[in-house]
């Protein structure tokens, strides 16, 4: 048991040593010129995916309930991060006012998220999907009218405060945060009310309470990654946080695993990259995209596939059991 | 054959120490990837038909790296950073669509990179840095002129519009339409908005055709156009229809070109000109496509980035700034020189459609 | 002793059919009580009622004292009503101490705060209810299955891990669904023996539905027979053994 | 309010919503026996569409050969999309289904892309009846024909599904498709009949659409689709009367609000209108909210 | 008419079945019983096509099923009444009984069946409009019977036909069982009343974790220590 405790505090320290290793090993190799511009605007995006996809996991892989408005957070988010560094907080250091914005745009998103989870207490499954998707459209409809952040011509001009570190470190937060939630009672009931909603409420469950805190949650991280694509961007239009961008992020949650971190953090890395990669076959890339996610669906549920991925497995545990 | 991406050495896309490299972004899959493409073709012929005549720039060739963007942001930046760090590109022509454009121009910021957007007339595009340029009028100057004229010249007094409330371009046209119609004193009577995708527009077309209006101004592209038009005649609207230079190629798609009739648009050329139709021929032989406006600007703007790198002796970013800021150019659409903000001053064109054909407007 | 469960003039209708009318029940500490009656009688619309998942038409519900009508299942649940049901109902793709934790969920209290920032609270608590699952799983023998995932066991089990997560919410009150369906006689008998077990252990009272009358009448001291949803007896097994009408109706010669 | 002008509007949303009835048809169709939504629906409606295009404009078959070709050619590309990407996934959680659709949607847009261009086509006039007047109004041919074929299938395919034996086969394997082995019921051939169905009427809402609004591109089915599958659950996502009555009262509920509210907001209020909708009835309009019996 | 060669089926890595054989005769009616997990189930569903065994061989009437269809096999005569019932929840009584009747043709014989359901279960003819998922357990078990019973089935498959039923109602459905073997159907039951089940069973085959481990007549079976001792509670 003691053993036990001390493996774990190494762990921690291990897991600890390594986010800030990744970090410096990446800011040593920006220096040196050797991740340019252009690796570390990916690095930046990756980062904002994960922190997306991560979130969305909270609500489509532990709660079990299809959104497909997780852009609308976002656009919320972005929004008014953006508005609060160009105009309420205009007079303030970026060191002050990027980290207030981004706070604010996270609190909004999740006031979203509360007036969006609160109706749809009621609903389930692909009725849930339906008024996740209509609200996310509302919330763009709703800002493609508002001229005093830009309409259709979007806002720009927005101070370019984004940067690696922010991202990198905002990612790891969002990712400790819920996997401690997860990890604890709160979580497990999260959970529970994916797995039998009757059941979960018999084990004295208060499911309403959890499926919004899980909303809000999943609604305050999606507003902070708007605000840092907001901030990474320097323009941001109501189109960039269409139904479509809901729909990316919800591949990258369903890719990785449904409530599997560590695949959703994987599956936003390699979504992120693949369409960089496939920029050298420019007209190709959205069918190779979707022939990617096809195979890739295809190959996780196929038993066939299952098995040749168990037998490697096996082999390796041999290997290591002969050495 | 027009087959996108694969354009004139575009393969390796690695540093090309003989080459001076023109990087380009724009939409080359997705809804909006016809005007991507049409401004890669443009850009495409330039640079081959530069290199084919065997022209030098610096003493070197010049070489076409065009990236996709799908019309989203974050990867028009992706490709802007991977032109200018990987690709070394001397400058880039592009992107297509506002919002990318205006993208890429905050990106530039603190590079300084010459951009020159043949397309991308949002004002504020050229507004990210003095590094960034368009080819195209913004839509305040040719929404401005299109008011005026037809105030003036059409002699219209009432107005209705019908734009895209999605579409960055259509609104732009239709706020500043609005201003210079009222300005002059004539009466914009009915506004109507519709969802980017929309192809009914009867209910709104029904509210306009009771205001009774002298002109619809129809400020889009002209998938929406030959749909908005053909459903306003079958209502039994009369009023004249009038737009931007969304409108040029209407004809290509329409089924049911009477209906176009009358109609008169803003346009970057006259249809007339011996020199216009000799370059739409040769475009069409090389690419399989009607030439639009797209197509125009993008082998303009094109070329005349090159005289600007010829004119700055350098591949330096202010070299070649400070060149632009002083061209005068002379290209298939005319002549151009750019304001201080980076617009062009050049002249625009009143078309109209007449016996099915794009016609110089004639009083 | 006193009264744990009272139910008055209890009622529930579905469209046209009054699925139950006019129940009555008094539950004391510490009983091992039994419902039974034919099929389709109302036996589990009764449960659904005490747990809050149907809203009765009329009546009343106190549990020692509360009134519990219009209460959500929750609310019921951490007022101390545990259930199991009769189509089991398990987290299925979690593991099996993980089904027996969530039940313990109102057992500890720390915060979500306490939660994520992971103070002693966090770690005090967590210990307590692994602690405590453990035992649970070790009453029904189901410690060596622990982390395995629940819908793999066999039924018998599952029927057996669905009591112990009910038993984990620490219930004044446990309602067991007809808790020996799908078991063998042997397996009967230990069950009888594990409810027996239980009853004195957590000093709880239980109210259950079967219909293995070695069971019913081996272990409960008090019995009510329900018919078209209405009391058709009640008594001591022996009482309701001999009862005529229950015989014609329910039991068979 | 201009009474005549009511009635035109409500015609107007009348018109659109048709073509919504038609595709929600197909999407609940789909839906109420696989249990899938069906995302690739949309593109069906597309190829449709280009069939016609290819068949007359580029090959110059008669138009009334040109829709049965178009039907056929959508049925068997649903039986294989089905066959090729959903069937080995049967027994997975139905996410990844979903993905699987999205990822065929673009597929298929992307194909078409490839193949056409983007650039938009138009498509030939196929309908050539004259319009309906009724006094002062008058209904193009396009309009009314959509209303009625909306409606006639409808309950074609209500009947279907509720009488036949294929239909109840149907119904058998939407709930429970081991059990439904056990009664004898091919689950393969079942399904690809529900799919081989669904892409039919998708073949169907796209030529008709493409009559009324006679510019076809790949990108065509995507705002329709979604449009269409919103009024599937509006009027109960699995419920044949549900999918046309969700579509009328989604395109008439359009039309009233550009005509009244704001032709700007449409979207926005639209959809707060069906949240609300949902929000007081729960399973759609035409669906009833059942409690699990426990 | 049924034979079952070295069966052997996994789940995953589990082997829970393993090389188990038997065979039932025309017109018997051979019972299983074991414990919780024993395979029974498992045993069923590879019969009856739901599940494809990893080895052996499964003979119908001399035909070789292993790789047939479930819905085939179905058609060849064979029919379940599958664990935890699994009634259509969405369909009424009726329909759920008429599925039953899903590859028979006769319209006349179906009707006379349905009445026959009707008067042993005259609680389905009560609820014939109500949903199915509305149902009691009970009420249920008794339509996954009466569903089964109008497949008219050369042999049926029992898994636990009395799980959940009141004690008159158990007894009804072993006369049933009786009955509709005397009328020429064959019978695999499988059951945890082990002593109902061995009284009506000719044979009967006992399974422990996956394997057979003990056979006989019925009451050879039921008057054994080791199985009183085992399953019958004594
Ligand atoms: N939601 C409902 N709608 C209609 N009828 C229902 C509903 N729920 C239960 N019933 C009916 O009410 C009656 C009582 O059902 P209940 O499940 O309580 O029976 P039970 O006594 O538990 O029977 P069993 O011993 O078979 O489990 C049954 O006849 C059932 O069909
Ligand atoms: N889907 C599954 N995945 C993994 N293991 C399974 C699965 N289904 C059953 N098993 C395992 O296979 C073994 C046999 O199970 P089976 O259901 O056939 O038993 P049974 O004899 O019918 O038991 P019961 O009397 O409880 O119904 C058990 O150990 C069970 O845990
Ligand atoms: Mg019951
Ligand atoms: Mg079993």
Known sequence: MKKLKENKKLLILATLLGIIGVFAIITVLTQQGIINRYYSGILLSTCINIILVVSLNLTTGFLGQLTLGHAGFMAVGAYASAYCTKVVFASLPAIVSFPLALLVGGLLALVFGVIIGVPTLRLRGDYLAIITLAFGEVIRTILLNLSFVGGAKGYSGIPRYSNFMWAYFLAVATVIIIVMLIKSRHGRAIISVREDEIAAEASGINTSYYKILAFIFAAFFAGVAGGLYAHYMGIIEPKAFTFNKSIEILVMVVLGGMGNIKGAIVSAIVLTILPELLRSVSSYRTMIYALVLIIMMLAKNSPAFKEIIRKIKNKIIKKEAQE | SSEPGQTAGNAGGGTDTDAIIIGAIGPYEGDTSVYGIAVKNGIDLAITEFNEAGNSLLGKTVKLVAYDSKGDNTEATNAYNKLVDSDKATAIVGAVLSGESTAIGTASQGVGTPILSPSATALAFTETGPNVFRGCFTDPYQAKMMGEFAFDTLGAKTAAVIYDTGADYSEGLMENFKTAFEGKGGQVVDVEGYSTGDTDFNTQLTKIKESNVDVLYIPNYYKDIALITKQARALGIEAQFIGGDGWDGVLSVSDDPTVLEGSVFVNHYSPDDPEIIAWAEAYKAKYGVDATAFAYLGYDCAKLMLQAIEEAGSTDPQAIVDALNNISFDGVLGHLEFDDNGDPIKDLAFITIKDGKYTSYQK | ?253 | MNISQFFLQLINGLNIGSIYALVALGYTMVYGIAKLINFAHGEIIMVGSYTVFVCTTLMGMPIWLSIPVSIIVCAGLGICIEKVAYKPLRNASRIYLLITAIGISFFLQSLFQLIFTSNPKSFPTIIQLPPLTLGSFSISANYYLTFVVSVILMIVLDRFVKLTKTGRAMRAVSEDQGAAQLMGININKTISITFAIGSALAAVAGILYSSSYPLINPFMGSTLGIKAFIAAVVGGIGIIPGAVLGGFILGIIESLTKAYISSQMTDAIVFLVLIVVLVFKPAGLLGKNRKEKV | MLKIENLNVRYGVIEAIKDVSFEIKQGEIVALIGANGAGKTTILHAISGLLKPAGGKILLEDKDITKTGADKIVMMGLAQVPERRRVFAEQTVEENLELGAFTRKDKEGIAKDLEMIYTRFPRLKERRKQLAGTLSGGEQQMLAMGRALMAKPKILLLDEPSMGLAPLLVKEIFSIIEDINNQGTTVLLVEQNAKMALGIADRAYVLETGEIVLTGTGEELASSDAIKKAYLGG
Request: with cysteine; charged share 25%; aromatic share 6%.
């Open chain 3, 1 to 253: 002793m006193s009264t744990v469960l009272e139910v008055k003039d209890l009622g529930i209708n579905f469209g046209g059919l009054r699925a139950v009318d006019d129940f009555n029940l008094e539950i004391e500490e510490n009983q091992l009580y039994g419902l039974i009656g034919p099929n389709g009688a109302g036996k589990t619309t009764i449960f659904n009622l005490l747990t809050g998942v149907y809203v009765p038409t009329d009546g009343v519900i106190k549990l020692n004292g509360v009134k519990l009508n219009r209460k959500v299942p929750s609310a019921i649940a951490k007022l101390g009503i545990a259930r199991t049901f009769q189509n089991i109902r398990l987290f299925s793709d979690l593991s099996v101490i993980e089904n027996v934790k969530i039940g313990m969920h109102n057992q500890v209290r720390y915060s979500l705060f306490q939660g994520i920032l992971r103070t002693p609270a966090f770690h005090h608590d967590e210990d307590f209810i692994e602690k405590e699952s453990m035992k649970l799983l070790e009453v029904f023998k189901l410690h060596s299955y622990a982390h395995i995932k629940a819908s793999n066991l066999p039924y018998g089990k599952q029927r057996e891990l669905e009591i112990a997560r009910a038993l984990a919410t620490n219930p004044k009150l446990l309602l067991l669904d007809e808790p020996a369906a799908g078991m063998n006689p042997q397996e009967t008998k230990e069950l009888m023996e594990t409810i027996k077990h239980v009853r004195d252990q957590f000093k709880i009272s239980i109210l259950l539905i079967e219909h293995d009358m070695k069971l019913v009448m081996g272990i409960c001291e008090k019995i009510t027979v329900l018919n078209y949803g209405t009391v058709l007896a009640s008594g001591t097994p022996s009482e309701i053994q001999n009862n005529k009408q229950v015989i014609k109706a329910y039991l068979g010669e």
